[in-house]
């Protein structure tokens, strides 16, 4: 249905916002370096910046067969991460 479309798509980007966050935290003295490099132009920041998050894609809003006794729905890889 639509709402579960939406509601997927809410939860995916709330997801990849939690990942990109603990990626920039865990690796900040890394990223510090590479941010002074005068050879990192737009277009290899934006390609850093595609790759860090891609690794979001792999936890999928897809059901993996545990339910929330709560309201009875299956739980998510993502709803497991972000409680």
Known sequence: TQ???E???VLQEKFTKFW???IVEGFKDDLEIIRKDPA???PKLSMLIDSLSSG???F???HNGLS???DGRELTDMDIVLG
Do not use: F, H, I
């Open 68 to 70: 929330n006794a709560q």
């Open 40 to 42: 990192l132009t737009k």
């Open 20 to 22: 990109m966050n603990n």
């Open 60 to 62: 999928t809003p897809s």
């Open 7 to 9: 509601s997927e798509r």
């Open 3 to 5: 709402d579960a479309k």
């Open 56 to 58: 979001a894609e792999v």
